[in-house]
């Protein structure tokens, strides 16, 4: 019989990719073996060059992965959200950990050690959530890789100002409203550049009418330039 934690656990991770598709005795048998802990705000989850032991789920929250400038600034390289996995490419590879992650948000995290990990990748369902979420992580990375080598600021603020409107962009009868708050420091951690430079291209785009600023939001008038601007036609594709 299962006791109340399991249960609960079970009922949980029952909801939550790859479990969601899992047969009933397939969860009953890991739902013992797995934890899912609380996380502050900006608390620090590993360090570069540590082991990594943990393969983590995120239930809800954020984290984001980041690397440390030779000038000592943080370095966003990817923002993850629930449903992303966190060290699926270490466990795989048996490396420690090559960046910092840091909490976003009250978060909460499915937590697998190492052996159950190995026993859940032979199951068909989870080998195929792993596999598109080292293939988005990928994606994310080689995007990311490639704004920092090829592109121009304005041009990764762009992007970065348009994948916003994306994921939390409200349409309004005179643009799209990004509903998220956001500080120039944290754009500048997200596309390595400084707030200064932030500001700057923020107040010109701003004085042609391409954004504009409402209850401490952004607001974009303009997404066809912005587009242009950042050379995707569809910075979500």
Same mark, same amino acid.
Not at 132 to 142: F, N, P, S, V
């Given at each position: 019989m299962k006791t109340t934690k399991t249960q609960k656990i079970s009922e949980e991770i029952s909801r939550i990719e790859p479990f969601s598709s899992a047969e009933d005795d397939v969860i009953s048998a890991f739902a013992n073996r797995i934890n899912i802990n609380s996380y502050r705000d900006r608390q620090t989850l590993f360090l570069n060059g540590d082991p990594c032991d943990t393969f983590y789920i995120i239930v809800s929250g954020g984290i984001s992965l980041y690397f440390i400038s030779e000038e000592g600034n943080e370095v966003i390289f990817s923002e993850l959200q629930p449903g992303d996995a966190v060290g699926e490419i270490e466990f795989a590879l048996n490396y420690r950990h090559s960046s910092n992650a840091v909490i976003c948000g009250a978060t909460r995290l499915l937590e697998i050690d190492r052996k159950t990990f190995n026993e859940l990748s032979t199951i068909p369902q989870v *080998?195929? !959530? @792993?596999?598109?979420?080292? *293939?988005?992580? @990928?994606?994310?990375?080689?995007?990311? *890789?490639?704004?920092? *080598? @090829? !592109?121009?600021?304005e041009t990764r603020l762009a992007r970065l100002l348009l994948n916003l409107g994306a994921a939390h962009g409200r349409s309004t009868s005179d643009g799209i409203l990004i509903e998220k708050p956001i500080s120039q420091s944290r754009m500048g951690q997200l596309i390595n550049a400084s707030r200064p430079r932030i500001n700057a291209q923020l107040q010109a785009w701003k004085s042609k009418r391409l954004i504009g600023m409402r209850q401490h939001r952004i607001i974009i008038f303009n997404k066809k330039s912005l587009q242009i601007i950042s050379r995707h036609s569809d910075p979500a594709a």
């Open positions: *080998a195929s !959530y @792993l596999m598109r979420t080292i *293939a988005r992580k @990928l994606h994310r990375t080689m995007m990311f *890789a490639e704004g920092m *080598a @090829l !592109y121009p600021l």
